[in-house]
C-alpha cells in the first residue's frame, strides 16, 4: 500500500498528451488527494483494501489505517471495473473510443496486460473469477455482447450478443468459474460457461423471478401452451403471439402489456459457498436462487430487526461482499463494515457524498481546511493534507452556489429558491448554519467574495447582482443590488487593497450581436459605512455610487477575468483561444465602438469553458468540458502546468479555486462525483515565493478582522432549520412560478419600476420587504394631496359637462366640436391608440377564434353533413311523443361500386354453374312423379325465412343474390358474402328513407294546410272578440337540420354591430318610412272614410257583429213626455234592436259552429298523421332488428375471417419456429460430431499419458537394480510418498468463505508449480535413507518428480476428459429436447390443419324463429355437441328413400300376410268340414233317437205342409199388424205425455227461476235481518226462522224421497213392459 497522497499511474498507462502537451507541464502538478465515490462497482483488493473507481481515478482504501491511495487513467474517466482480491488483481476499462480493458496488480499497480475487443463506445461491467485468469466483460451500444476472456493468455474464449439488454452487474461464482450471474434492472440470468478442451460456450439460462406480490408460481409458455383449448362457440384458442399477428422471432417472447405482471427489480447480488445467489431487490425482498435448477426462494420481505444495524437498514445498498467475519456493504456514498462476532455496530469506513460535487472553496487561511458542497446541499469539510473528511452537515435543500469568507470562517451557500445560508465553520469538526438571508426569489447562480472579504456578491436570475456585506458582525446585511439588460455570463472581482476599494467586472451576453459586452461597476468601504447615500428607496445602487463602465469586446466570451493595469483575460466561445484584452482607448474600433484582442492563445482545449485567476493575479487557469486543467502565466501566457484530472465524459470540469497560498488546486467535475487536490510538484522558486509573499500579505491584513469576526459567528445562535419551510427543495418551474407571484416590484437598469405582488409576509424577500415599506410610505406622505387631486378632478369633470349641455343647447352654427372640450389631446390619443390597440388584439385573437371555430365547423360539416348523400334528421307526431329518424347515408364511392358488381357478376356466374350441376345430377337421380311432387312441394315449404336468417326481403332487401349460409366454406365466398350483406343493409335503409321522405312531404303538406286554416280561424276569433291563442304547428330543428347551419338574427342576443355606411342606411330608410306615414295622415279622402265608414265604402257580412243601431235623440227625455211620434219612433227603434241582435246571435252561432267544424278537421288530418308517424315507427323498430340481424351475420363472417387469417398466422409462426429449430438440430448434430472426434482425439493421448506413468513405475526396478534390495524397498515406498495438498498462502489466515472452492483444469500450472514447491522438503537430504549414495538420491529425486509431474498430468487429462464428456452429453439432451420440439411442432401443425378445415365445414349459421317455436319438455339443455347441421333437402330426400323401401317392405308383408291367410283359410275349410262330418254324424244319430211328435208326424204326414206353414205365417201377421198399430198408438200416447212433462218441466224452470230470484232476495233480506238480529239481539226470532227453515227441509227431503220412489216404480214399470213386449213379440 502507498502512503496517503500518494497517485500512482505506471508508466504503462500513461498515454500521449493529446495535442502534443509537453511531459514538463504534465509533471507540474500531481494530485494531493481525490475524494467522492460513483455508482459504480467496488470491491476488497486484499483482506484489507477496499478499492473503487471516481472520475479518472481508482481509490484504494485501507479499512484499518482508514488512509486512501490513488491510480489514475492517464487515458480519461474509468468505466468499468472490478477486482479480485484473492488474486489481487484489479480489471478497468477507460472511456473513449474503441476503449481498452487494463488489468493490473496490486499494490504494485503493474499492468500485466491489456485486453482489445471489437467493442466501439464503452464497456459497462466486469467481473474477475475468483479462480483461475477469467474474466467477463459486458459492452453498452452498439454491440451488446457479453465476452469471457483469459486476461493471462490475453485471449478472447467466447461471446454472446444481447441487442438491448442494459446489464446493471455481473459476476462469476467464486465456487465455479464456470457459473456466471447476469443481472439487469428486471431480470436474471445464469450464464453456464462449458468447455470443450479448447471450446468454450456460454448457455443461457434465464431465472423467472417472483412479482412483487411475493408470487413465485412458473409462468405459462404463451408461444407453446400447454393443452389446446378449444371453445364450442368461438372456436380454438390460439396464443397471443397468432392473435397479435406475429410470425417472426417477436412471436415467441411476446406478451400482451396487460398480462405482464411487474416483477421484483434486483438492486445486489452475491455468492454463498454453497453456489447460491442472494439477491436484493428495490421491493425489499430477500432472493436465495440456485444456480444449478434455476429456482427462486424468497428468504424474507425485510431486513430482520436484529439481523443489521440501523445503518445499513436506512442505506440503500447497492453493492455488497460477504466474509466469515462480516458484511461489507456500499450504498449511497457511504462504506460500512460490520463484525458481529466483535460488536453490533456498524463501523463507518468511507462517508463519501452520493450526489456530484457543486462547488469547493479554501477556508481561511488557506493552507488547513477545505469545504465542499454538493447539490443536496451536503456540505463537507476535509482536511487540506491528506483529504480527510472532518465532518458533514446535510441541509437537504437544493443548493446552486457555494463561496468561503476570507475574513472569517463563513461559508455562504447559496440555493435555488434565493436564499443564501451562512455556516460557522470555526469549529471544523462540527459546522453549522448560524444565519439566513433571503435577497429575492430568484435562484442564487453563484457567490463571490473580494480578497479582503468585506462583500460578498450574489449573482441572480434576471439580470439582477447583489451586494452583501460579508461580515458576521454586520448580519450579514444586504447592502443593494445591480440589475442588468443582458444575460449575465460570469463575474470576476479585482480588490484594491490600498485604495480600499473593489472592482467588480460583469461578462454580459449580448443578444443583439454576436460580441461579449464587459460592464465593470466599483464598490468602495464607503458603501458599507453610509449605505443609505448610495441607494435609492428601493434599495437599488445609484449609478454615480458605483460608476459602472461599458466595455464590447469582438469576440463572444464564456468567461473573462480582469488583471491590474486594464487586462482583460477572456475565454471564446466560438474557437478554443484565449483572448487577452487592453481596455485603453488605443485598442478600440471607433465604428462600431468595440475593444479588439491584443493576442490570442490557442487553449488545445474542446468545449464550453472558463477561466480563474490566481489570487496573486501571476497564474491563469483555464477548465473547459475536455476535463484538462491548463495554468498559464499571466504576462507571458506560457503554459506552466497541465493535469487530465477529469474527462469529457464525465461533463468536464464544473469548478475550481487557487487556495490563499497557491499550493493547492481544489478541482471539480461536472458530473463524475470527483473532487481532485492538486498541488505543485514543480515550481519556479520565484513564482513559489511571489506567491508565499502575497499569502502572507493578505494575511497580515486580515488576521485581526478575522479573529473578531470569528468570535462574533461562535457567538451566533444555531439556525433552526426544521422550523423553516425553505428546506425543501421545489422544481426549477415553481420556484421561477414563486419568483414572480411573490415578490412585490421590479426594479430595472434605468430605474423603472414594475409592481409585483407578494404572497406572504412571513416568507417575503429583502426586496419585497423594501417596496412594502415604500409603498406604504408613499401612500401616507401623499394621501391628502391624492384627495385634492380627485376632487379637483371631480368638479373639472361637472364644469366641462356643464358646458358640454349648454353647448347641445345652442344653434348649429354656433356649437363647439366635442373634441374642442378635451383637456388633453395628446392624452386622449394616447388613451385612444391603446384602446385601439387593445381592441385590434382582442379582435385578431377573436377572429383567430372564429377562424378555428369556423375551420373546425367547416371539418365537422364536410365529414357530418356535406358527406353525406342522405342526410340525417327526423319527423314527430304532432300530439304524441313519438319521433323516428331516418338512416343517414354516405354516398358510395367508386370503389365499392365496382367491387359490388364485381361480386354481383361472380355470383351470377356461380349461380348458374351451380344450376347447370344441379340440372344433371337430377338427370341422373330421377325420383318416381309422386316422390318428385312430393319434393317440390317441401322444397317450397322451405323456401322460408328461416333459413336466411333475417327479414330483409320484407323491407326492400334481395337475398337471392346472397350466397347459401352452407355453402360459405372459403374465404373469398365469406369477404364476397360481406360486400352483400353491406349492400342489402344499404337498401334496407334506402326504401325505409324514401317511405320517410314522404312522410316528411305529407307533414309539411298538413302543416301548410293547418297554417291555412288558422288563417280563417283567428279572422273568426276577431270577429268573435275571443282572446284564445291559435294552436300553429311548425318543424322543430330535428325536423330540420340544416337550420343548424345559419344563424336567425333572432338568435343574437348582442346588439349587432353596424358600420357606418350600413347606420346611414338604416337612417335613411328610416326617414322614408316616417315621411310615408305622415303622407298618409295628411290624406283627408281616407281620414273621412276611416271614421264614417271604417275605411269601406259598403258594409260586409262580416262587419254585423260591429253594427249598432244608434237610439233616437229624445231617448234622453222623460218617457212621459213622449208623443205619439216618439213613442213609435222609439217602438221601431226597439224592433230593429231585437232584429239586429236576431241577426248577431245567428251570424255568432254559424262562426262558432265553423270555428268548431275547422278545429274538428284540424285535430283529425294531425291525428291520422300521428297514426302514419307510429306506423312508421314501430316499422323502424321491424326495420332495425332486420338490419342487426345482417350485422350479426357481418359479425360472424368477420370472426371467421379474422380466426382463419389467425391459424394462418400461428402456423406460418411455426413453420418460422421449425425452420429455427431444424438449423439448430442440424449445428448441434455438427457439434455432437465433432465433439465425439475430440474425445476419441483426446482419449488416445489420455492413454499414451496414463502408459507413460505405467511404464515410469514400472521401470522403477530397472533404474535402481544396483541399489541393495533394504535399500531399493524402502525407496520404492518413498517413490510412492506424496505431499499433503498444497494451499496457497494468500488464503491461510484469511476471513475468505471460498477457501474450499474446487480449482478448474486450467489451474494445472499453478497447482502443479506449488506441489513442485512442497517436493522440495522431501527432497532435502533429512529424508534419504542411511547408506545411500547421495547420486542415487539425486537420481531418485528425479525420478520421484517426473513420475509426480506425469500422474499430475493424467489427472489433469482426466478431469479434461471429463468435462469433454459432459459436454457431449449436454449437447446430446438438447439434441433429443430440439427433437421433441420438432415433433410437437409436428403435431401442432397437425392440429392446425384439422382445424382449418373444421372452420371451412363447421359453419356458423343464423337461423330465424319464432318465439316460442323452440319449445323445451323440461328445463335442462339437450346436449348439440355431437349435432351437426345438413341442409333439409338430404334429410327430404332420404325420407323419400325410406318410405319407397317402407312401401315395399309393406307390400311384402301384404303378400306374405294373404299367403298365410290362405294357409289359414284352408286349415279353416279343412276343420270345418271336419266339424259337418261330425254334425252329420250327430243328426244321423239323433234321426235315429229322435222322438216323433204331431208337428213331426204332420211334417212327415201333411202333403202340403208348406201352405199350412204360410198360412200360419199370414195369422201370425195380422195379428203382429194390430199389434203394431196399437204399438204406434201407445207411442202417440206417451209422446203426448212427453210434452206434457216438457211443459211441466219448463214451467217448474219458470218457478225455479222465480224462486232463485226470490231466494237471492230472501238471501239478501236474511242477510239485512241477520244484521238487525245481530245489532237488535232477537234470539226468539232467529229460532223461529230456524224452525222454519227446518220444517222446509224436512219437506224437500220427503219430496225428494217420494220422487225416488217413483222413478223406482217408472223404471220397474218399464222393465214389465219390455218384458211383455219381448214376450208378446218374440220375434222382434
Known amino acids: 500500500m502507498e502512503e496517503a497522497g500518494k497517485v500512482r499511474a505506471p508508466?504503462?498507462?500513461?498515454?500521449?498528451?493529446?495535442?502534443g502537451r509537453s511531459s514538463a507541464a504534465e509533471d507540474a502538478l500531481e494530485v494531493s488527494w481525490v475524494q467522492g465515490f460513483s455508482s459504480k462497482n467496488f470491491g476488497f483488493i486484499n483482506n484489507h483494501t477496499v478499492c473503487y473507481p471516481c472520475g479518472n481515478y481508482i481509490l484504494f482504501l485501507d479499512i484499518e489505517t482508514k488512509k486512501t491511495s490513488v491510480l489514475q487513467c492517464q487515458t480519461g474517466q474509468v468505466g468499468a471495473f472490478t477486482a479480485n482480491g484473492n488474486r489481487q488483481v484489479l480489471a478497468f476499462s477507460d472511456r473513449k473510443l474503441n476503449p481498452i480493458i487494463y488489468v493490473c496488480t496490486f499494490?504494485?499497480?503493474?499492468?500485466?496486460?491489456?485486453?482489445?475487443?471489437?467493442?466501439?463506445?464503452?464497456?459497462?461491467?466486469?467481473?474477475?473469477?475468483?479462480?483461475?485468469?477469467?474474466l467477463a466483460s459486458y459492452s453498452s451500444i452498439p454491440e451488446f455482447v457479453l465476452s469471457v476472456w483469459n486476461w493471462q493468455e490475453n485471449i478472447l474464449l467466447c461471446s454472446v450478443s444481447q441487442p438491448g439488454v442494459t446489464a446493471t452487474s455481473l459476476s462469476f461464482n467464486p465456487m465455479n468459474w464456470q457459473q456466471l450471474c447476469f443481472v439487469n434492472e428486471s431480470s436474471i440470468t445464469v450464464w453456464h460457461i462449458e468447455r470443450n478442451n479448447d471450446e468454450h460456450h456460454l448457455k443461457q439460462n434465464p431465472v423467472k423471478l417472483p412479482n412483487g406480490q411475493d408470487s413465485t408460481s412458473p409462468g405459462e409458455d404463451l408461444f407453446f401452451p400447454v393443452s389446446h383449448s378449444e371453445d364450442q362457440y368461438y372456436?380454438?384458442?390460439?396464443?397471443?403471439?397468432?392473435?397479435?399477428?406475429?410470425?417472426?422471432?417477436e412471436a415467441e417472447t411476446f406478451t400482451p402489456r396487460n398480462d405482464t405482471e411487474p416483477s421484483v427489480h434486483p438492486t445486489a447480488h452475491c455468492w454463498t459457498a454453497a453456489s447460491e445467489i442472494y439477491m436484493g431487490c428495490k421491493e425489499g425482498f430477500i432472493l436465495a436462487i440456485d444456480a444449478k435448477t434455476h429456482s427462486v426462494s424468497v428468504l424474507q420481505q425485510k431486513p430482520p430487526p436484529g439481523g443489521k444495524p440501523e445503518d445499513l437498514q436506512k442505506t440503500a445498498l447497492f453493492a455488497m461482499a460477504f466474509c466469515n467475519e462480516g458484511l461489507y456493504a456500499a450504498g449511497r456514498g457511504t462504506v460500512y463494515t460490520y463484525k458481529p462476532a466483535h460488536s453490533r455496530e456498524a463501523v463507518k469506513l468511507l462517508d463519501a457524498c452520493s450526489s456530484c460535487f457543486l462547488a469547493a472553496d479554501f477556508l481561511t487561511p488557506g493552507n488547513k481546511y477545505c469545504v465542499s458542497v454538493t447539490a443536496s446541499a451536503e456540505v463537507q469539510v476535509w482536511l487540506l493534507e491528506d483529504g480527510t473528511c472532518l465532518s458533514k452537515l446535510n441541509l437537504n435543500i437544493e443548493a446552486t452556489a457555494m463561496a468561503c469568507c476570507p475574513s472569517s470562517n463563513s461559508v455562504a451557500l447559496g440555493t435555488r429558491r434565493g436564499q443564501i445560508y451562512f455556516l460557522d465553520i470555526t469549529n471544523a469538526e462540527a459546522p453549522r448554519v448560524v444565519y439566513r438571508i433571503f435577497p429575492s426569489k430568484f435562484p442564487v447562480l453563484s457567490l463571490h467574495y473580494d480578497q479582503s472579504g468585506q462583500f460578498l456578491i450574489a449573482r441572480a436570475t434576471e439580470g439582477h447582482i447583489f451586494i452583501l456585506?460579508?461580515?458576521?458582525?454586520?448580519?450579514?446585511?444586504?447592502?443593494?443590488?445591480?440589475?442588468?439588460a443582458d444575460e449575465i455570463l460570469g463575474i470576476s472581482i479585482v480588490s484594491d487593497l490600498k485604495d480600499d476599494t473593489v472592482e467588480v467586472v460583469v461578462l454580459l451576453n449580448v443578444a443583439e450581436v454576436q460580441r461579449a459586452r464587459l460592464e465593470i461597476f466599483f464598490l468602495s468601504s464607503a458603501l458599507i459605512t453610509d449605505n443609505d447615500k448610495y441607494v435609492n428607496e428601493y434599495g437599488m445602487f445609484n449609478a454615480s455610487a458605483i460608476r459602472k463602465d461599458k466595455y464590447d469586446l469582438d469576440y463572444p466570451l464564456s468567461s473573462a477575468v480582469r488583471l491590474k493595469d486594464n487586462l482583460v483575460y477572456g475565454y471564446c466561445t466560438r474557437a478554443p483561444f484565449i483572448c487577452k484584452y487592453h481596455l485603453s482607448e488605443e485598442n478600440k474600433l471607433e465604428d462600431p465602438s468595440v475593444y479588439l484582442s491584443e493576442k490570442r492563445t490557442p487553449s488545445n482545449q474542446f468545449g464550453s469553458g472558463f477561466l480563474c485567476l490566481s489570487p496573486n493575479s501571476r497564474w491563469l487557469a483555464s477548465a473547459a468540458k475536455d476535463g484538462v486543467l491548463f495554468i498559464y502565466h499571466t504576462f507571458t501566457m506560457d503554459i506552466l502546468a497541465q493535469k487530465h484530472c477529469h474527462s469529457y465524459q464525465g461533463g468536464g470540469i464544473r469548478s475550481m479555486v487557487f487556495s490563499l497560498d497557491g499550493k493547492f488546486i481544489l478541482v471539480n467535475g461536472e458530473k463524475d462525483g470527483a473532487l481532485v487536490c492538486l498541488k505543485w510538484k514543480k515550481i519556479d522558486n520565484i513564482e513559489a515565493e511571489e506567491a508565499d509573499h502575497h499569502w502572507h500579505s493578505l494575511l497580515a491584513l486580515l488576521n485581526k478582522s478575522t479573529s473578531d469576526e470569528n468570535n462574533v459567528l461562535k457567538s451566533m445562535a444555531e439556525w433552526q432549520l426544521d422550523q423553516e419551510s425553505t428546506l425543501e427543495s421545489l422544481p426549477e418551474e415553481k420556484f421561477k412560478e414563486a419568483a414572480f407571484k411573490s415578490s412585490s416590484v421590479e426594479v430595472t437598469e434605468d430605474g423603472n419600476i414594475t409592481i409585483w405582488y407578494s404572497a406572504s409576509t412571513d416568507d417575503m424577500s429583502w426586496i419585497g420587504q423594501i417596496i412594502k415599506k415604500v409603498t406604504r410610505e408613499e401612500t401616507e406622505r401623499f394621501a391628502s394631496q391624492k384627495e385634492e387631486l380627485q376632487m379637483g378632478i371631480k368638479k373639472l369633470r361637472k364644469t366641462i359637462q356643464k358646458m358640454m349641455h349648454e353647448n347641445d343647447q345652442v344653434p348649429d352654427t354656433e356649437k363647439l366640436e366635442q373634441q374642442e372640450f378635451n383637456l388633453d389631446t395628446e392624452e386622449q390619443e394616447r388613451t385612444q391608440a391603446e384602446a385601439e390597440q387593445k381592441v385590434a388584439t382582442v379582435r385578431e385573437e377573436i377572429e383567430m377564434k372564429n377562424l378555428a371555430n369556423y375551420y373546425l365547423q367547416n371539418v365537422i360539416k364536410h365529414e357530418c353533413w356535406d358527406a353525406m348523400y342522405v342526410k340525417g334528421r327526423a319527423v314527430k307526431c304532432f300530439h304524441m311523443a313519438c319521433e323516428v329518424k331516418n338512416y343517414p347515408l354516405q354516398e358510395r364511392s367508386e370503389e365499392e361500386l365496382e367491387t359490388l358488381e364485381k361480386v354481383l357478376r361472380l355470383q351470377k356466374i356461380e349461380t348458374a354453374d351451380l344450376k347447370k350441376k344441379n340440372v344433371e345430377i337430377e338427370s341422373e337421380t330421377v325420383l318416381p312423379e309422386d316422390r318428385g311432387e312430393k319434393a317440390e312441394v317441401m322444397a317450397d315449404e322451405n323456401a322460408s325465412y328461416c333459413l336466411t336468417g333475417s327479414l330483409s326481403s320484407l323491407y326492400g332487401g334481395d337475398t337471392s343474390i346472397l350466397y347459401h349460409q352452407w355453402d360459405l366454406h372459403t374465404r373469398e365466398q365469406k369477404v364476397n358474402q360481406i360486400v352483400l350483406l353491406k349492400d342489402i343493409i344499404y337498401k334496407v335503409k334506402t326504401a325505409f328513407n324514401k317511405e320517410f321522405d314522404t312522410v316528411v312531404q305529407q307533414k309539411e303538406q298538413e302543416i301548410a294546410r293547418v297554417k291555412e286554416r288558422n288563417?280563417?280561424?283567428?279572422?273568426?276569433?276577431?270577429?268573435?272578440?275571443?282572446?284564445?291563442?291559435?294552436?300553429?304547428?311548425?318543424?322543430?330543428d330535428d325536423e330540420k337540420p340544416e337550420r343548424a347551419l345559419t344563424v336567425q338574427d333572432s338568435e343574437i342576443k348582442a346588439e349587432k354591430y353596424l358600420t357606418e355606411q350600413e347606420r346611414e342606411k338604416a337612417e335613411l330608410l328610416a326617414k322614408l318610412e316616417m315621411e310615408r306615414r305622415n303622407a298618409a295622415l295628411n290624406n283627408d279622402r281616407l281620414r273621412a272614410l276611416n271614421d264614417m265608414m271604417g275605411g269601406m265604402l259598403e258594409v260586409r257580412k262580416e262587419?254585423?257583429?260591429?253594427?249598432?243601431?244608434?237610439?233616437?235623440?229624445?231617448?234622453?227625455?222623460?218617457?212621459?213626455?213622449?208623443?205619439?211620434?216618439?213613442?213609435?219612433?222609439?217602438?221601431?227603434?226597439?224592433?230593429?234592436?231585437?232584429e239586429l241582435n236576431e241577426e248577431k246571435e245567428k251570424y255568432r252561432g254559424a262562426l262558432e259552429n265553423e270555428l268548431k267544424k275547422l278545429e274538428a278537421s284540424i285535430q283529425e288530418t294531425t291525428q291520422h298523421f300521428d297514426e302514419t308517424v307510429c306506423k312508421l315507427s314501430e316499422k323502424k323498430v321491424k326495420l332495425e332488428m332486420v338490419i342487426y340481424q345482417e350485422e350479426l351475420k357481418i359479425v360472424y363472417l368477420v370472426y371467421a375471417l379474422l380466426l382463419d387469417e389467425e391459424l394462418g398466422t400461428r402456423e406460418a409462426g411455426l413453420h418460422h419456429f421449425l425452420v429455427k429449430k431444424e438449423n439448430e438440430k442440424i449445428k448441434t448434430a455438427r457439434t455432437i460430431q465433432t465433439a465425439k472426434n475430440k474425445i476419441e482425439a483426446y482419449r488416445d493421448t489420455r492413454e499414451t499419458a496414463t502408459a507413460e506413468e505405467k511404464n515410469l513405475e514400472c521401470s522403477f526396478t530397472k533404474h535402481f537394480a544396483d541399489v541393495p534390495a533394504n535399500l531399493r524397498d524402502e525407496l520404492f515406498q518413498l517413490y510412492k510418498h506424496r505431499p499433503k495438498a498444497p494451499v496457497t498462502g494468500m488464503l491461510l489466515g484469511t476471513a475468505n468463505p471460498y477457501v474450499d472452492c474446487s480449482g478448474s483444469a486450467e489451474d494445472h500450472k499453478e497447482a502443479l508449480t506449488l506441489l513442485m514447491k512442497a517436493m522440495d522438503e522431501l527432497d532435502s537430504s533429512e529424508h534419504m535413507p542411511k547408506g545411500l549414495n547421495p547420486s542415487v538420491w539425486e537420481h531418485f529425486c528425479l525420478a520421484r518428480r517426473k513420475k509426480v509431474k506425469s500422474e499430475e498430468l493424467v489427472k489433469w487429462k482426466d478431469r479434461t476428459l471429463t468435462e469433454m464428456q459432459t459436454f457431449l452429453q449436454r449437447r446430446m439432451d438438447e439434441n433429443k429436447k430440439i427433437e421433441s420440439q420438432i415433433e410437437a411442432i409436428f403435431q401442432e401443425l397437425t392440429w392446425l390443419e384439422e382445424e382449418k378445415m373444421k372452420l371451412q365445414l363447421n359453419l356458423t349459421v343464423q337461423f330465424l324463429l319464432k318465439q316460442g317455436q323452440v319449445e323445451l319438455q323440461s328445463a335442462d339443455i339437450p346436449d348439440y355437441t355431437d349435432a351437426i347441421l345438413i341442409n333439409k333437402s338430404v334429410i327430404e330426400e332420404l325420407n323419400c328413400a325410406i318410405m319407397a323401401q317402407g312401401e315395399k317392405k309393406i307390400a311384402s308383408m301384404v303378400e306374405c300376410k294373404d299367403f298365410s291367410k290362405g294357409i289359414f283359410q284352408l286349415e279353416w275349410q279343412h276343420k270345418k268340414m271336419r266339424m259337418q262330418i261330425e254334425d252329420l254324424k250327430q243328426k244321423a244319430q239323433d234321426i235315429v233317437t229322435l222322438p216323433i211328435s204331431k208337428d213331426r208326424q204332420l211334417f212327415l204326414t201333411e202333403l202340403n205342409y208348406d201352405s199350412n206353414i204360410e198360412h200360419r205365417i199370414s195369422v201370425m201377421e195380422q195379428t203382429l199388424g194390430i199389434m203394431d198399430k196399437l204399438h204406434k198408438k201407445n207411442v202417440k200416447h206417451q209422446q203426448k205425455r212427453i210434452k206434457e212433462l216438457e211443459k211441466c218441466i219448463s214451467l217448474k224452470e219458470q218457478e225455479n227461476y222465480e224462486l232463485s230470484l226470490e231466494l237471492k232476495e230472501m238471501l239478501v233480506s236474511v242477510s239485512e235481518r241477520r244484521h238487525i238480529f245481530e245489532a237488535a239481539d232477537t234470539q226468539h226470532v232467529s229460532q223461529r226462522i230456524a224452525e222454519q227453515r227446518y220444517q222446509e227441509i224436512l219437506k224437500q227431503k220427503h219430496l225428494r224421497g217420494l220422487v225416488k220412489e217413483q222413478e223406482e216404480q217408472f223404471e220397474i214399470l218399464q222393465g214389465e213392459v219390455a218384458r211383455l213386449r219381448s214376450r208378446t213379440f218374440p220375434i222382434l
Not at 504503462?12 to 495535442?19: D, T, V
Not at 384458442?237 to 422471432?249: H, R, T
Not at 257583429?1105 to 208623443?1123: A, H, Q, R, T, V
Open 11 to 19: 508508466e504503462e498507462l500513461r498515454a500521449e498528451a493529446p495535442g
Open 107 to 134: 499494490p504494485e499497480l503493474n499492468k500485466l496486460t491489456e485486453l482489445k475487443g471489437n467493442v466501439q463506445l464503452d464497456y459497462t461491467l466486469l467481473a474477475l473469477s475468483f479462480t483461475g485468469s477469467y
Open 235 to 249: 372456436g380454438p384458442v390460439l396464443p397471443v403471439s397468432a392473435i397479435a399477428g406475429l410470425v417472426g422471432d
Open 469 to 484: 456585506d460579508a461580515r458576521p458582525s454586520k448580519l450579514f446585511q444586504v447592502l443593494g443590488y445591480v440589475v442588468f
Open 1015 to 1036: 288563417l280563417r280561424i283567428r279572422e273568426i276569433l276577431a270577429q268573435l272578440d275571443l282572446q284564445v291563442e291559435v294552436w300553429e304547428p311548425s318543424l322543430a
Open 1103 to 1138: 262587419d254585423i257583429l260591429k253594427m249598432d243601431i244608434s237610439p233616437p235623440p229624445f231617448i234622453s227625455k222623460p218617457e212621459n213626455s213622449w208623443n205619439e211620434e216618439e213613442k213609435k219612433i222609439f217602438s221601431e227603434y226597439e224592433q230593429k234592436v231585437k
